[in-house]
């Protein structure tokens, strides 16, 4: 074979090693590009989500709290409903924050024709909310967070249809 002949077949070889590995970048960048909206859209399916509890007391279970609320970024947005059944009822609004899995939050009511607000702590899992229990304040006599206190009040996820 002559030099002039192997460098044609040379520089053909070249030609088709290059062509195929500009192919392969592309495929790469089709890839990348479905991985970013991937993960875009799973971003913002965790970024808004809505959650609903409820929790039964009283020996029949007639005492209820309902807690809804939608998280958007870190803020949460939602209602909360206490139903004893031989008390008046506190239901209002739930605003706050939340940071890792707690959510702190004012809860703003009307009981007995009275507005009224606390200040509220839960922490969120996956099918349960917890809260830090209420506790009187001795010289004001209101009810307030007990703030020393573990997350021991527990809300199951549920159906919240209770209109009470």
Wanted: proline fraction near 2%; include cysteine; charge should be negative.
């Amino acid at each position: 074979m002559s030099l002039k002949r192997m460098k044609n077949y040379f520089f053909i070889i070249v030609i088709g090693l290059a062509s195929c590995t500009g192919q392969g970048n592309r495929v790469n960048e089709d890839v990348a590009k479905d991985i970013r909206v991937d993960t875009t859209a799973n971003i913002l399916s965790e970024q808004y989500k809505s959650y609903c509890f409820l929790r039964a007391e009283g020996i029949s279970n007639e005492d209820t709290t309902m807690v809804q609320f939608t998280i958007d970024a870190d803020q949460v947005e939602g209602s909360m409903r206490w139903i004893p059944a031989e008390k008046d009822s506190r239901k209002g609004t739930l605003v706050g924050k939340i940071v890792g899995d707690e959510i702190t939050g004012i809860w703003k009511y009307m009981q007995e024709g009275m507005q009224d607000s606390m200040p509220v702590r839960f922490k969120l899992s996956t099918d349960r909310l917890l809260q830090k229990p209420l506790k009187v304040d001795s010289v004001t006599g209101r009810q307030e967070t007990d703030e020393s206190a573990g997350y021991t009040v527990v809300y199951t996820g549920g159906h919240c249809t209770d209109e009470r």
